[in-house]
């Protein structure tokens, strides 16, 4: 079975101004886990979950006053992601599978018919559009029907050779990407009857898809938006063939999932490293791994208050409480040496790990910086506002504070609590099961996510 994962992540409604979004319409696998909240989440029928509610045939999901998803009840899958009210949407169709009355299961609604499932839920802060082909696909291009208003698409090709020398950085998954804003609205009009707040005008991102084996071997797909004069049309999916053709099958969903906050964050958080005093400083949160993985990159949306400026970077992972209360035992780690920090605008810094093995359990996430490194100013770490999560710092000063911090374990600290997302999340591959391995040629593709950043709204 193979899983190819795929984030259409689209979006977020600007609460700051253009920000990124989370995923692409078929290919990357970022499934984030909810942060840890007071007494956990419990499975649900999907009509019962708390933002969603049915009227008239029609599954609404509310994130706030501009941002919503609607789902039709009927025997094809249709999610229509607005903002703005009806001003500006993209409504998204999946073609190839049968009609078949959609069931509520498992806390989502899905359409199962010969060898394609389509499954519909609601994530942490976001929407899942989940494919699922049950043997290897005869072609490999993935299309997926696509009506939008009021939009255009700006596709992000990757950076000169000149703009890179001039300290502009693109990350991968960005690099063939869509930018998706209002054709025509910026700014503030709340105070005015009638009026909307449409920030930088920003809608969605649409990001580069990336599809995954069973071994966690992974490639890039191209997408590439068909549009007419209207906004609708097709967006074409392209796979490498010889990724499907030398695929390891069985696959459980595409690895590289991921849990934790994978939005880049629009307010700091702190500082993880600061000049002043070689102060360094680990940020952490609770995530919940709701399923064992082998995790193989962390990844933390990080920025630097001045120009030019580069330290070591160090992620790890500690199990909650699991040296006792309060004391937090190290399960993974790795450094990355002399990073280069992208001055002002919060972007997520990568570090691969050895794909150590998690089982489900209550994780820490943590970054720290080297202050040792910086000439000036500090590298600070972002989050978003967000229902109350526990957190963790804990900071050195002086020579040798980033290996103090480094070497604790296990790390005794007590949790604080806050309102807050902290943009740090891990990336794995699920670890198959009896049931997985039973199953062949299984392919599943995750579409659609959407998210809310303040007031913008993702799509993955």
Not at 119 to 126: A, D, N, T
Not at 438 to 446: A, C, F, G, M, P
């Amino acid at each position: 079975m193979i899983n190819i994962l795929q984030q259409i992540v689209a979006a977020l409604m600007a609460l700051i101004g253009a920000t990124t979004v989370m995923a692409s319409l078929v290919g990357g696998t970022i499934i984030p886990a909810a942060p840890l909240a007071a007494g956990g989440m419990s499975e649900v029928s999907f009509e019962n979950l708390d933002s969603v509610t049915k009227e008239e045939g029609i599954y609404r999901i509310t994130f706030d006053k501009y941002s919503d998803v609607e789902i039709k009840d009927q025997n094809t899958p249709e999610v229509k992601l607005r903002k703005w009210g009806d001003e500006t949407y993209i409504k998204v169709t999946y073609p190839d599978i049968l009609p078949v009355s959609l069931k509520e299961e498992d806390s989502k609604l899905k359409w199962v018919n010969g060898n394609k499932e389509v499954h519909l839920y609601p994530i942490e802060k976001g929407f899942e559009f989940e494919i699922v082909l049950l043997e290897k696909p005869a072609s490999n291009k993935i299309v997926i029907n696509i009506e939008s208003q009021g939009l255009n698409f700006y596709y992000q090709p990757e950076l000169t050779q000149k703009e890179k020398d001039e300290g502009a950085f693109r990350p991968e998954n960005i690099i063939g990407s869509y930018a998706v804003y209002h054709e025509s609205k910026t700014g503030n009009y709340e105070a005015f009857p009638g009026g909307k707040n449409y920030m930088a005008g920003k809608a969605f991102h649409i990001y580069r898809p990336r599809i995954n084996d069973a071994e966690g071997k992974w490639a890039w797909s191209e997408q590439e938006f068909i549009l007419d004069e209207n906004g609708n049309g097709q967006q074409i999916i392209t796979i490498p063939q010889d990724f499907l053709d030398n695929a390891v099958y069985p696959i459980r969903h595409a690895g590289g999932d991921t849990f934790g906050y994978t939005t880049e964050g629009s307010s700091n958080f702190g500082s993880i490293a600061q000049s002043v005093s070689d102060t360094s400083e680990m940020f952490a949160m609770t995530y919940n791994l709701s399923e064992d993985g082998n995790v193989t990159q962390m990844s933390a949306a990080l920025a630097a208050t001045n120009v030019g400026q580069s330290c070591d970077l160090f992620f790890a992972i500690y199990r909650e409480d699991s040296a006792g209360a309060d004391s937090h035992g190290l399960v993974a780690s790795a450094e990355s040496l002399n990073v280069a920090i992208t001055f002002f605008t919060p972007t997520f810094h990568n570090i691969s790990f050895a794909s150590e093995l998690l089982v489900a359990d209550d994780y820490i996430l943590a970054a720290l910086g080297n202050g040792e490194d910086l000439s000036a100013g500090s590298v600070r770490i972002y989050y978003d506002a967000g229902a109350t999560h526990r957190y963790y710092r804990e900071q050195s000063a002086g020579a040798g504070s980033y290996a103090t911090r480094k070497a604790e374990d296990p790390w005794t600290e007590v949790d604080s609590s806050g309102s807050y997302l902290l943009s740090i999340y891990a990336t794995y591959t699920p670890t198959a099961g009896e049931e997985e391995e039973e199953e062949s040629r299984r392919i599943e593709i995750k579409g659609i996510r959407l998210e809310l950043k303040g007031q913008r709204l993702q799509i993955k």
